[in-house]
């Protein structure tokens, strides 16, 4: 990749990132995900094999593999949020 996409600058380094997995409402967290990142806007590539790896790992942990930790998130609508 000699560019970004998005913004079209050429500055992209090797980086470590979090990346949000989400499949029929329901979601993973993966942290020290492997991608480049746009120096300039942030945007972020993984490669084909990081996302079939983490897509794996996400159906593995449905069936019962145990993780490294869980949290709870808070949900609400925006729609019915008072933004007076």
């Not at 560019?3 to 329901?26: A, D, M, P, V």
């Not at 993984?46 to 069936?63: A, G, M």
């Amino acid at each position: 990749m000699t560019s970004c996409s998005f913004c079209g600058n050429q500055n992209i380094k090797n980086s470590l990132s979090e990346y949000t997995y989400r499949h029929n409402g329901l979601y993973m967290i993966f942290q020290n995900v492997p991608s480049l990142q746009c120096e300039f806007c942030g945007e972020k590539y993984y490669t084909s094999k990081v996302l079939k790896r983490i897509e794996k790992e996400f159906i593995d942990v449905q069936n019962g593999k145990k993780v490294t930790r869980k949290i709870r998130v808070p949900v609400e609508d925006f729609s019915k949020v008072d933004v007076a």
